[in-house]
């Protein structure tokens, strides 16, 4: 006999053959016993998950001699037809090279024949989003008025393609992705009746391969087997599958965990020499990453790792050298650098000035420990009341007693907190910095030009950072900024701000867009923001100033 792949080999043949999709085949189940089965069916899911099997087996069950029926045998001419694929009353049709109106009017002449021996005609299209619009508007009609005893099961990997007439006619159901466990699961299986010995790190670098895809699982199974034949071998099913080594992730990871710059450089450049595609990399990283996380909150044993029993243990280890909000962090950073990797020209820079980003991002105080030294302060009244705390050290949540000590405490990339506010400061004499600057901007143009002064009564904000002062007009205010526009003005604009500021500075003028932006509040919720000490200590710890006020109460 000649070879069967081993995917089409092991079609499932019933229902309960199907794994992973239980809601999908429960409710047919149950259709089919309660007489209920509907007219038309989409099958939605990615590629290799069941969804021609199942459609399939479907059909065998109605069209059985035994049928209608949960088991159908598998022997009788329809059963045994239709698992070949050539029966005369279940046709399958491929939309993506049969995507026209001729097919579907085809299929709508055919359609309206009875069965020629079994109960029911049914069709299954499959990538049924290829077809053409008038093709579409063909097939509607046929569901719109289905003749007795005829059955649509519309495959498609793009649901999202389908006009809304057609999803509205049809049942859906949506196949999910497998999961590490069901995979590998059936992958076992599959080795045990092929006689092929595999140990689990072989199995497990085929599963994740696969992503999800029972078909891809198996196929590449197939290939390794034909490479390795009946004993597999992890390392060269590893190699074979262009699987980055567990153990270079780990080093990775480490050397974050160290701030080893230079060795995370090593390490790139290692791949690199070793004929790694950096992009696969990665993505196996994301992965690994992405599983560091998962131990890190739900525990070694939690069924959401996808990774090999005897793996887990190590993985929660190295998790905990590391705060959930650092993970998330890199994962985040992480996804965005392998986004990048895809379209780089250069994705040594690209994975490099990723990980350095990992690198430093341990670095960082989190946001929530800065902001939480201010909501302990007092909403209004006692300046000075509320020292703010130092914040909590960057990436210790309280739950991480398997923590090492650090040698050195982690560096802030954000100053050092400040000083106790004295108690006998006194708020309201001591002008604020920001308005300050600007009233002496003011001042000094009075003296040079009025009318360029009288401009910035009517600014909605303003802002100086980086070297860059950016005056912020209301959109009913653009006559103003229009004036300051000018060559000439600007010029004038230039060298007031820097003289008052002491340093050169580019000049900025544009309108505030008014959706979200900040708009410009009354003196005195100015003056009540100027006063409120969060606002205070926000300026002092990020030395920053105060540019726009909103005042919230009035909207
Ligand atoms: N859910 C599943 N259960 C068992 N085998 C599956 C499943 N999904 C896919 N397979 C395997 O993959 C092959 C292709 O599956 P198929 O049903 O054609 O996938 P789809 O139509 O979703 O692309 C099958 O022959 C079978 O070996
Ligand atoms: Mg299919
Ligand atoms: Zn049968």
């Given at each position: 006999?000649?070879?069967?792949?081993?995917?089409?080999?092991?079609?499932?043949q019933?229902?309960?053959?199907?794994?992973?999709?239980?809601?999908?085949?429960?409710?047919?189940?149950?259709?089919?016993?309660?007489?209920?089965?509907?007219?038309?069916?989409?099958?939605?899911?990615?590629?290799?998950?069941?969804?021609?099997?199942?459609?399939?087996?479907?059909?065998?069950?109605?069209?059985?001699?035994?049928?209608?029926?949960?088991?159908?045998?598998g022997?009788?001419?329809?059963?045994?037809?239709?698992?070949?694929?050539?029966?005369?009353?279940?046709?399958?049709?491929?939309?993506?090279?049969?995507?026209?109106i001729?097919?579907?009017?085809?299929?709508?002449?055919?359609?309206?024949?009875l069965?020629?021996r079994?109960?029911?005609?049914?069709?299954?299209?499959?990538?049924?989003?290829?077809?053409?619009?008038?093709?579409?508007?063909?097939?509607?009609?046929?569901?719109?008025?289905?003749?007795?005893r005829?059955?649509f099961?519309?495959?498609?990997?793009?649901?999202?393609?389908?006009?809304?007439?057609?999803?509205?006619?049809?049942?859906?159901?949506?196949?999910?992705?497998?999961?590490?466990?069901?995979?590998?699961?059936?992958?076992?299986?599959?080795?045990?009746?092929?006689?092929?010995?595999?140990?689990?790190?072989?199995?497990?670098?085929?599963?994740?391969?696969?992503?999800?895809?029972?078909?891809?699982?198996?196929?590449?199974?197939?290939?390794?087997?034909?490479?390795?034949?009946?004993?597999?071998?992890?390392?060269?099913?590893?190699?074979?599958?262009?699987?980055?080594?567990?153990?270079?992730?780990?080093?990775?990871?480490?050397?974050?965990?160290?701030?080893?710059?230079?060795?995370?450089?090593?390490?790139?450049?290692?791949?690199?020499?070793?004929?790694?595609?950096?992009?696969?990399?990665?993505?196996e990283?994301?992965?690994?990453v992405?599983?560091?996380?998962?131990?890190?909150?739900c525990?070694?044993e939690?069924?959401?790792?996808?990774?090999?029993?005897?793996?887990?243990?190590?993985?929660?280890?190295?998790?905990?050298?590391?705060?959930?909000?650092?993970?998330?962090?890199?994962?985040?950073?992480?996804?965005?650098?392998?986004?990048?990797?895809?379209?780089?020209?250069?994705?040594?820079?690209?994975?490099?000035?990723?990980?350095?980003?990992?690198?430093?991002?341990?670095?960082?105080v989190?946001?929530?420990?800065?902001?939480?030294?201010?909501?302990?302060?007092?909403?209004?009244?006692?300046?000075?009341?509320?020292?703010?705390?130092?914040?909590?050290?960057?990436?210790?949540?309280?739950?991480?007693?398997?923590?090492?000590?650090?040698?050195?405490?982690?560096?802030?990339?954000?100053?050092?907190?400040?000083?106790?506010?004295?108690?006998?400061?006194?708020?309201?004499?001591?002008?604020?910095?920001?308005?300050?600057?600007?009233?002496?901007?003011?001042?000094?143009?009075?003296?040079?030009?009025?009318?360029?002064?009288?401009?910035?009564?009517?600014?909605?904000?303003?802002?100086?950072?980086?070297?860059?002062?950016?005056?912020?007009?209301?959109?009913?205010?653009?006559?103003?900024?229009?004036?300051?526009?000018?060559?000439?003005?600007?010029?004038?604009?230039?060298?007031?701000?820097?003289?008052?500021?002491?340093?050169?500075?580019?000049?900025?003028?544009?309108?505030?867009?008014?959706?979200?932006?900040?708009?410009?509040?009354?003196?005195?919720?100015?003056?009540?923001?100027?006063?409120?000490?969060?606002?205070?200590?926000?300026?002092?710890?990020?030395?920053?100033?105060?540019?726009?006020?909103?005042?919230?109460?009035?909207?």
């Amino acid at each position: 006999m000649s070879y069967q792949v081993i995917a089409r080999k092991y079609r499932p043949q019933v229902f309960d053959d199907v794994v992973g999709q239980r809601l999908v085949t429960d409710t047919l189940k149950n259709a089919i016993q309660t007489d209920r089965v509907a007219h038309g069916y989409i099958f939605s899911g990615a590629r290799g998950v069941g969804k021609t099997s199942t459609a399939r087996i479907l059909a065998k069950s109605l069209n059985c001699v035994q049928g209608p029926t949960l088991t159908p045998c598998g022997e009788c001419p329809s059963c045994v037809e239709i698992a070949a694929g050539n029966s005369v009353d279940v046709l399958e049709i491929d939309a993506a090279s049969n995507r026209g109106i001729d097919e579907i009017r085809e299929l709508r002449e055919t359609v309206r024949y009875l069965p020629a021996r079994d109960r029911y005609k049914v069709f299954i299209i499959d990538e049924v989003h290829m077809l053409t619009t008038e093709a579409f508007n063909a097939l509607l009609k046929t569901l719109e008025e289905p003749p007795p005893r005829s059955l649509f099961i519309l495959a498609t990997t793009e649901p999202h393609k389908l006009p809304a007439t057609v999803l509205s006619r049809c049942q859906h159901f949506a196949f999910r992705l497998l999961d590490y466990g069901e995979i590998f699961a059936r992958l076992e299986q599959v080795c045990r009746a092929e006689s092929v010995e595999a140990d689990e790190g072989s199995l497990a670098a085929v599963t994740l391969a696969a992503e999800g895809s029972l078909r891809d699982a198996l196929s590449l199974l197939d290939q390794v087997m034909a490479a390795c034949g009946t004993k597999l071998e992890e390392t060269k099913v590893r190699q074979m599958l262009g699987v980055v080594p567990l153990e270079l992730l780990r080093a990775v990871t480490e050397a974050i965990h160290a701030a080893d710059a230079p060795r995370v450089l090593e390490m790139v450049d290692r791949l690199s020499s070793e004929g790694y595609e950096l992009t696969h990399f990665a993505g196996e990283y994301v992965r690994f990453v992405r599983n560091l996380m998962v131990a890190r909150s739900c525990g070694a044993e939690s069924p959401l790792l996808q990774v090999p029993g005897d793996e887990r243990q190590a993985l929660a280890e190295l998790a905990q050298l590391f705060g959930e909000e650092d993970l998330t962090r890199f994962f985040q950073i992480l996804l965005r650098t392998e986004g990048e990797l895809r379209y780089s020209l250069e994705p040594r820079f690209h994975l490099e000035m990723g990980l350095l980003k990992l690198v430093h991002a341990r670095r960082l105080v989190p946001l929530e420990s800065l902001l939480s030294e201010f909501r302990g302060l007092p909403q209004t009244g006692k300046p000075g009341s509320g020292a703010p705390r130092p914040p909590a050290p960057s990436n210790a949540p309280a739950a991480s007693p398997a923590r090492k000590p650090e040698a050195e405490p982690p560096r802030r990339l954000a100053p050092a907190p400040p000083e106790e506010p004295s108690a006998t400061a006194a708020p309201v004499s001591a002008a604020p910095p920001a308005d300050d600057r600007l009233a002496s901007i003011k001042a000094a143009l009075f003296e040079q030009k009025k009318l360029l002064s009288s401009c910035l009564d009517h600014l909605s904000g303003w802002r100086f950072e980086n070297g860059e002062v950016r005056f912020l007009f209301a959109k009913d205010a653009s006559f103003f900024a229009d004036l300051l526009r000018s060559r000439e003005q600007l010029d004038t604009l230039r060298s007031v701000c820097g003289q008052v500021l002491g340093q050169a500075v580019k000049i900025c003028v544009t309108l505030d867009e008014g959706n979200g932006a900040p708009v410009a509040a009354g003196p005195k919720a100015r003056d009540r923001a100027e006063r409120d000490p969060a606002v205070e200590a926000f300026r002092k710890r990020f030395d920053c100033i105060m540019a726009d006020v909103k005042d919230l109460s009035q909207e």
